[in-house]
């Protein structure tokens, strides 16, 4: 399936406070319109690919030493957040970060600062279809809301910008299994109705793999695999240390945990 | 009886300025976090353009007043730009420390250019503004200032409450990531936030100047008399800040009329303590959510 | 190599073998014996060679160095942000000069009383403290400032209102401590046991603890520090530095009115800790130094610009222009060097040390 790439990073490197190189030569290409996930364990530099392409590496030191991203053919490494929210692009950030002390609706409002002064009224009502449990609670300050409402809240936040690119970082952390079921039903409805074009991190490979087109894995720094969802929900080693099952298809069992030290191999 | 009334109303009008004056400065800690120490010393430039362009110039009131307005806001903007846009991510207290500096940097140079004596504006405010309530009659500095106080804080009140660019502020100062993350202009916020806030000091300083004269030492000692005035009202309540203003003026001009005028500028202080002790958020303070 | 058992573990970093080792101050030979020169000098050649005018100048460092540690121990270990030191810096002044008028009390006597008096009255201001938090205690104190400083002026029948006091010569044991270099012994024996005293808290319990409220005060709670207790000892520690400091200066400068215990030397000491560099000790005694010299310079330097006619004709006094110079030292060193002159001696030592080479 050839089509339009809307992002395509170039093995960059990123490097924070000039010492720690976090992504030694990162490259992924993202089609438009697609679902495309990225897995990997903690501190294998997913989040830190998110924050290259949307322009947050700088508040926190880092900067992206090498390679290029494009963004519809446009070069947009180490561009300032403004610009880059203003072509598009709208990171969810890990752990949902709510505006704490400012009401659910006025946390929707602040989405639309990449397009300040246009009427946002109507994008409020589809927010509220997708996320009817926010309508109910419009009025209340985010800080007194439950987890899932947070998640919910900040994915509509990011909707109202009316992304091209959507960079969900973790959507399902620290949420129960009914509503990481629900959240991802939401996901894959914005990407088939709004035409939204997600770019999905997760350790909940299982789910991520269900709704996503195409996935990267990554580890230390580095893209280690990569194909069709399917075709990496069917490959034994991410079998075995993503989604928890056995090469043969069995429930994994602890009596063969030695076994990780003989496989974990990529390449 | 006269003297009583004639109290009240110099207090209220007393609270509205110091309302005014607090205003700006919880603009500032509204969308930074920054405790504005330099906020007496701003509100004096203001004051002090003002007295350069009507009795220098020559200029009409209403020009000079437009245009010192327009020069604090500029000013503002530059402060921004030149001392604290180097330090955003450095800790707050470097910060407040440096406004402490930006304190005395501004009022040598203010005593540099125009010396430490007491001057006063020719008078131009119309006599149709006084108010007769009884007894007494308010004069038309006072009217202004409770009319002037009641705009702004109006303007404000839906400034932050409604419009886009308040709520964008407010974003800033909860959660300066996210409104980085959703596209935010941070620092075009925190230019925006010291520009209205020296706008606004400036405007207070005038009016100050107006009622007492212009002094430099007084003037920038209102810059310390806004912390009880905030505080009472809960750093980040606009509406808090103006009533905190009230109570700080009537408590003022009473413990100045009926006991003692040296006690007069301390008594806010010492009311601050003890209701610091009772609610530590002030009256109308937001209480910190926090989450562990 | 072979497999794991055969591995070898080679020891790197600072190891102590003795717990005498760990306690001691100074790690190395070298470190001590820069320590006993240092001593040395101060006290065996400093007094004798230098002019009266120098050593009046070391003697107010010495006093303000004092006062500063006491509240780097506040602000910079503890994180509680206080704008009322000048005013306990006057505490401490008056309370040694009522002490030494009104009952006779001996010079020896009278220090440590007026650290102490100071340090309940810090402690009363530090009760806030219990439910305020950052900025809001920072404005307590500040409340703290001016009702300290009203009070010093409106209770005449103790403080002689604004007409102030006269002391006594100081004296121990009989002999007459009128002068300079007298004065210089007391005050430097003073930093340098106040000094000693410092560094040991922060190596005791309440130092980790103190630390450990400014890093996270909750976390801190948790793990089963009292942090109310402790945040009241620190402000009682620090308050009885300034109290100690502000009775030396009162001894020194003989007469003492309210007029100097005002925000701006409160500020003055918040900025020679910032300079000097927070959460550190030798911090302190630079910043409190730098900003004497700053102080002294830019009055010799305007009235050096007075007599030379440069400005004839402008009405140019002194306090403006040094007021402006004050915050723009403040400004610039916030701007370009915010961890402070201690950063800066660390950088300069280990350039020396390392010499040619970068690193």
């Known amino acids: 399936m050839k089509d339009n790439i809307l992002l395509q990073i170039n093995n960059i490197s990123v490097v924070y406070s000039d010492v720690i190189q976090v992504l030694k030569g990162v490259s992924l290409a993202v089609s438009e319109g697609r679902i495309i996930s990225l897995l990997g364990s903690n501190g294998a530099g997913k989040t830190t690919t998110l924050k290259a392409v949307s322009g947050l590496l700088k508040p926190e030191n880092g900067e992206v030493t090498d390679g290029n991203i494009e963004f519809d053919g446009k070069p947009i490494q180490n561009s300032s957040p403004e610009t880059i929210t203003r072509m598009g692009i709208i990171q969810v950030l890990e752990g949902r970060q709510p505006f704490k002390y400012l009401t659910i609706e006025e946390n929707l409002r602040v989405g639309t600062a990449t397009r300040w002064g246009k009427p946002y009224k109507r994008d409020m009502e589809m927010i509220y279809e997708y996320f009817p449990v926010l309508a109910k609670r419009k009025k209340t300050m985010a800080g007194y809301c439950s987890g899932g409402e947070l998640q919910m809240l900040v994915m509509g936040r990011a909707l109202m910008a009316h992304p091209r690119l959507l960079l969900l970082d973790e959507p399902s952390l620290g949420l129960a299994p009914l509503v990481v079921r629900e959240i991802f039903q939401i996901i894959r409805r914005i990407n088939t109705e709004q035409h939204t074009t997600i770019v999905l991190v997760e350790q909940n490979a299982n789910m991520a793999l269900q709704i996503a087109h ?20 069917e490959n034994p080693d991410v079998k075995e240390f993503y989604l928890g099952l056995a090469a043969s298809g069995d429930q994994k069992s602890f009596k063969n945990v030695k076994s990780y030290k003989r496989r974990k191999r990529w390449l | 009886m006269d003297f009583f009334l004639q109290l009240l109303i110099n207090g209220i009008s007393l609270g509205f300025l110091y309302g005014l004056a607090a205003m700006g400065f919880v603009m500032i800690f509204k969308s930074s976090r920054v405790l504005n120490f330099a906020h007496g010393e701003i509100l004096a430039l203001g004051a002090y353009l003002f007295l350069t362009l009507v009795t220098w110039a020559q200029l009409p009131v209403i020009v000079a007043f437009l245009l010192s307005l327009t020069g604090s806001f500029i000013m503002g903007f530059v402060i921004e730009r030149l001392f604290l846009r180097p330090l955003i991510g450095e800790p707050l207290i470097f910060v407040i420390m440096l406004t402490v500096g930006l304190a005395a940097m501004f009022k040598g140079l203010i005593l540099l250019l125009w010396g430490g004596n007491l001057y006063v504006y020719p008078d131009f405010l119309p006599g149709w503004l006084s108010l007769t309530l009884g007894p007494v009659t308010v004069p038309p500095v006072y009217v202004a200032a409770i009319v002037i106080g009641f705009v702004f804080l109006g303007i404000f009140g839906l400034f932050f409450k409604f419009s886009s660019q308040g709520i964008y502020m407010r974003s800033v100062a909860d959660n300066q990531q996210a409104a980085m993350s959703l596209g935010v202009h941070v620092r075009r916020v925190f230019a925006l936030s010291w520009a209205i806030a020296a706008l606004v000091a400036g405007m207070s300083g005038i009016i100050l100047g107006i009622i007492s004269g212009i002094n430099v030492h007084d003037l920038s000692a209102v810059g310390l008399k806004v912390f009880p005035v905030v505080i009472l009202g809960g750093l980040d309540s606009i509406g808090g800040a103006i009533i905190g203003a009230l109570i700080i003026g009537l408590l003022e001009t009473f413990t100045g009329g009926y006991i003692s005028p040296a006690l007069r500028d301390v008594v806010p202080y010492i009311c601050l303590i003890f209701i610091l002790l009772v609610k530590p958020y002030g009256l109308f303070g937001l209480v910190e959510i926090e989450r562990v | 190599m072979k497999g794991p058992a055969s591995l070898k573990f080679r020891l790197c970093g600072n190891f102590f073998e003795r717990y005498e080792q760990e306690l001691s101050i100074f790690e190395t030979d070298f470190g001590r014996l820069c320590l006993v ?42 994180g509680q942000l206080s704008l009322g030191h000048g005013a306990f810096f006057g505490v401490g002044a008056y309370t040694a000069a009522v002490l030494s008028t009104e009952l006779q009390c001996p010079f020896i006597i009278a ?51 604004t007409r102030g006091i006269v002391l006594p010569f100081p004296e121990i044991f009989g002999i007459s401590l009128d002068g300079d270099r007298a004065y210089f012994y007391v005050s430097y024996i003073s930093l ?149 002159l201690a950063e800066l001696w660390r950088i300069l030592k280990s350039n020396v040390r390392l010499w040619p080479f970068s690193y």
């Open chain 1, 214 to 233: 195409y996935g990267y894995v990554m580890e230390n720094g580095k893209i280690v695999m990569e194909g069709e969802a399917d075709d990496l929900k």
């Open chain 3, 37 to 78: 020169l240092g001593l040395t000098v101060l006290f065996g050649i400093v007094p004798f060679v230098t002019e009266a005018y120098f050593l009046y100048i070391l003697v107010i460092i010495a006093i303000t160095s004092i006062a500063a540690l006491g509240l780097n121990i506040l602000v910079g270990f503890t």
């Open chain 3, 111 to 161: 220090l440590p009383a007026a650290g102490l008096v100071t340090a309940l009255v810090g402690i009363g201001f530090g009760l806030p403290s219990g439910r305020l938090k950052g900025l809001y205690l920072t404005i307590a104190t500040l409340a703290g400032q001016f009702i300290i400083e009203y009070v010093l002026v409106s209770w005449e029948s103790v403080t002689k209102g």
């Open chain 3, 192 to 340: 340098v046991v106040m000094t000693y005293i410092a560094v040991n808290i922060m190596r005791t319990r309440y130092g980790r603890a103190f630390v450990a409220i400014r890093d996270n005060d909750r976390a801190a709670e948790g793990m089963g520090i009292p942090i109310f207790g402790y945040k009241l000892l620190s402000f009682a520690v620090s308050s009885f530095y300034a109290g100690f400091a502000g009775a030396l200066w009162a001894y020194y400068m003989v007469s003492i009115t309210t007029e100097p215990f005002t925000l701006m030397l409160s500020v003055e000491y918040l900025a020679m800790i910032i300079i000097g560099g927070l959460g550190s000790i030798p911090g302190a005694i630079f910043g409190a130094t730098f900003i004497t010299m700053l102080n002294e310079i830019l009055r010799i330097v305007t009235q050096m610009l007075m007599n030379t006619g440069f400005l004839e004709g402008v009405e140019l006094t002194m306090a403006p222009l040094r007021e402006f110079a004050f915050g723009l030292t403040i400004v610039l060193f916030i701007i370009f060097e915010p961890r402070g």
